[in-house]
């Protein structure tokens, strides 16, 4: 499967808002996969990430087990995806066992920490949030993609403690 192949793919869902369908896709393409410009990895997490938008999280929690098992390339770690579902499916603690576990094996990358820092923000762990984005940021990479986006969100936490602006949220501008 070629990248331009699976933005099609995404962009016909989105047009159709038919995320069930989209999801059902990948998974069938993610089972059958051998190779191609992207992981069957980051198939399997989009086809997750599908679900989810369906409101099917424990299918996504499926998708995002075997991306961890297939250990191939996914953009983040799935298992900030397995968080993510946990807290959605009220099951905070195993969430936070997840995150714990990530923190601990240490070398995140600052697509993972960025993902685990919105998840915890969107379940209202600002603090833990921030800490997160910090760290992150505090490692990136000048080069790093993910930089900006991750400082921005960084930016937006720490305005939402209601407090001042310090030398990394200076970066954003």
Do not use: K
């Given at each position: 499967?070629?990248?331009?192949?699976?933005?099609?793919?995404?962009?016909?869902?989105?047009?159709?808002?038919?995320?069930?369908?989209?999801?059902?896709?990948?998974?069938?393409?993610?089972?059958?996969?051998?190779?191609?410009?992207?992981?069957?990895?980051?198939?399997?997490?989009?086809?997750?990430?599908?679900?989810?938008?369906a409101g099917q999280p424990a299918r996504a929690m499926e998708c995002f087990q075997r991306a961890v098992e297939d250990g191939g390339?996914?953009?983040?770690?799935?298992?900030?995806?397995?968080?993510?579902?946990?807290?959605?499916?009220?099951?905070?603690?195993?969430?936070?066992?997840?995150?714990?576990?990530?923190?601990?094996?240490?070398?995140?990358?600052?697509?993972?920490?960025?993902?685990?820092?919105?998840?915890?923000?969107?379940?209202?762990?600002?603090?833990?949030?921030?800490?997160?984005?910090?760290?992150?940021?505090?490692?990136?990479?000048?080069?790093?993609?993910?930089?900006?986006?991750?400082?921005?969100?960084?930016?937006?936490?720490?305005?939402?403690?209601?407090?001042?602006?310090?030398?990394?949220?200076?970066?954003?501008?």
């Open positions: 499967m070629t990248r331009e192949h699976l933005d099609r793919l995404l962009e016909q869902a989105l047009l159709a808002d038919d995320h069930d369908s989209l999801a059902s896709r990948l998974y069938d393409v993610a089972l059958d996969y051998s190779s191609g410009d992207v992981s069957r990895a980051s198939i399997l997490v989009l086809a997750a990430e599908e679900w989810r938008a390339e996914a953009g983040f770690d799935p298992r900030a995806g397995i968080a993510d579902t946990l807290f959605e499916l009220d099951r905070p603690d195993e969430a936070r066992e997840v995150i714990e576990t990530i923190r601990a094996e240490g070398n995140v990358s600052t697509a993972t920490a960025h993902t685990i820092a919105e998840t915890l923000v969107a379940y209202g762990d600002l603090q833990g949030g921030l800490e997160w984005a910090t760290q992150a940021a505090l490692r990136c990479e000048e080069n790093d993609p993910e930089q900006v986006a991750l400082l921005r969100t960084r930016y937006r936490i720490r305005v939402d403690l209601g407090l001042p602006e310090d030398e990394l949220d200076e970066l954003v501008s």
